[in-house]
């Protein structure tokens, strides 16, 4: 399992959706180095429901910090084929 640790927060609710009370998916694939940081290059997204929804999931994994994954107790790259991305209003 991989966990961001980026203060805990995901991506931003778009505003204009939010206030349209649209709720939505985006599906995105990357691989995360060493030091728990999205490779440049390799974010993609899969699928998305909404065009800023998928905007805003780029944006957070530029910024994004993830926990490095141990591998036979190594930190390890890891590519992550396709994380999904909820947008919710609750």
């Not at 990357?30 to 800023?52: C, K, Y």
């Not at 490095?68 to 930190?75: C, F, L, S, W």
């Amino acid at each position: 399992l991989l966990r961001w640790s980026s203060g805990g927060t995901g991506p931003e609710y778009p505003t204009p959706l939010r206030s349209q009370g649209l709720m939505g998916r985006v599906v995105a694939r990357f691989a995360v180095d060493t030091n728990g940081r999205v490779m440049p290059g390799t974010a993609a997204i899969v699928s998305e429901t909404h065009r800023e929804f998928g905007q805003s999931v780029c944006q957070f994994l530029k910024r994004a910090r993830f926990q490095p994954v141990p591998v036979d107790g190594r930190k390890r790259t890891v590519t992550v084929a396709a994380a999904p991305f909820e947008f919710s209003i609750r």
